[in-house]
């Protein structure tokens, strides 16, 4: 099944994010790698591809998982998460319509 990990940025978190992202997107690669992504990037606070210093609400994957269990743990091991980029990650089952 399809869930879907929306983290939100703790209050000044921009300067962690960018120190952790190297380690974030290879953990995310892997997802790809294994055909179980679906979709994943940032939510910035401002209406551009780059907002330098105003920085970001949070981020956004929606990936396959075994269970809500699976997604939650893959969720907390996010290289985000551990380094406190985040002040809170939902996980919640998502279905994807097809059109």
Request: aromatic residues 10%; without cysteine.
């Amino acid at each position: 099944m399809l869930y879907l990990i929306l983290g939100h940025d703790k209050p000044d978190a921009l300067p962690i994010r960018q120190a952790t992202r190297p380690a974030h997107l290879d953990y995310v690669r892997v997802l790809h790698e294994q055909g179980r992504l679906v979709i994943v990037g940032p939510r910035p606070k401002i209406d551009t591809l780059t907002p330098t210093e105003a920085g970001y609400f949070g981020s956004l994957i929606i990936a396959e998982f075994a269970s809500l269990q699976a997604a939650q743990a893959w969720a907390a091991q996010d290289p985000y998460a551990r380094a406190g980029v985040f002040e809170r990650v939902d996980v919640q089952p998502f279905i994807q319509v097809q059109l």
